[in-house]
């Protein structure tokens, strides 16, 4: 089976509720982001940063994977199937996808402050005062501004070794993410599905990459049609 690697961001989550502060004015669910998702916020008020992610976990339980999402985890039937994400939901997993690489974390996991590969499935709420078997307060199992991004490497092993690669849902302008693309083989096939994609000819051109200028369900309906059809 060829080897399909997706790259997925904010846009991919957007079409099921799910907000993103890019979109709008640099807010965050009406935070200014480094407030809520830096370890400068985090130490000035940790309570409001627990509070701000429980609400985005209670958020994420009550919506559910889009077509987009579900188009992605039927190609398994047909390819070896990667997804990267930015994405720090479940809506993937949840539409069936079963290779799921998170660069940012996820929503549902908490990790102890002293212990970073301590980490543990958190679908409640997340207090002070919660904290793992050493006594170390738990945070949020997020990759914040100013951090790592522990699966990095990872990543661009997966993407390295693609026939295959669709970006949807990102901008392609939050790095370091953003690189990973640069792994890819340059005579591997790659589609770029944005409606309003922020990247030049010239570059798609010497990148062999072919723009959809759609949604991200928009684009996976087309692309999941193509896919199927070029095997037979």
């Not at 480094?34 to 994420?60: C, H, I, K, T, W």
């Not at 589609?191 to 996976?220: C, R, V």
Request: aromatic share 8%; with cysteine.
């Amino acid at each position: 089976m060829k080897k399909l690697v997706f790259l997925s961001g904010a846009g991919m989550s957007a079409e099921s509720g799910i907000k993103t502060f890019r979109d709008s004015d640099g807010l965050w669910e009406g935070h200014d982001v480094m407030e809520v998702a830096s370890p400068e916020g985090y130490a000035r008020n940790p309570e409001l940063v627990l509070d701000f992610y429980n609400q985005r976990r209670s958020q994420l339980h009550e919506v559910e994977p889009n077509a987009g999402h579900n188009y992605i985890a039927k190609l398994e039937a047909h390819f070896d199937v990667k997804v990267i994400t930015q994405n720090v939901d479940d809506l993937h997993e949840r539409s069936g996808s079963s290779s799921v690489l998170h660069l940012h974390g996820e929503l549902l996991k908490v990790r102890s402050t002293g212990n970073y590969s301590d980490i543990k499935t958190w679908p409640g709420d997340l207090v002070l005062g919660d904290t793992c078997e050493r006594g170390f307060q738990l945070r949020p199992h997020i990759v914040w501004f100013g951090e790592a991004v522990p699966e990095l490497e990872n990543a661009a092993s997966i993407v390295s070794e693609a026939d295959l690669v669709v970006i949807v849902g990102t901008s392609m302008q939050v790095y370091p993410a953003a690189s990973l693309i640069s792994y890819a083989q340059r005579s591997v096939p790659k589609f770029y599905i944005d409606p309003k994609p922020k990247i030049s000819y010239e570059i798609t051109q010497s990148m062999n990459m072919e723009i959809l200028e759609m949604t991200a369900t928009e684009g996976m309906s087309k692309l999941h049609e193509r896919l199927i059809a070029n095997l037979t």
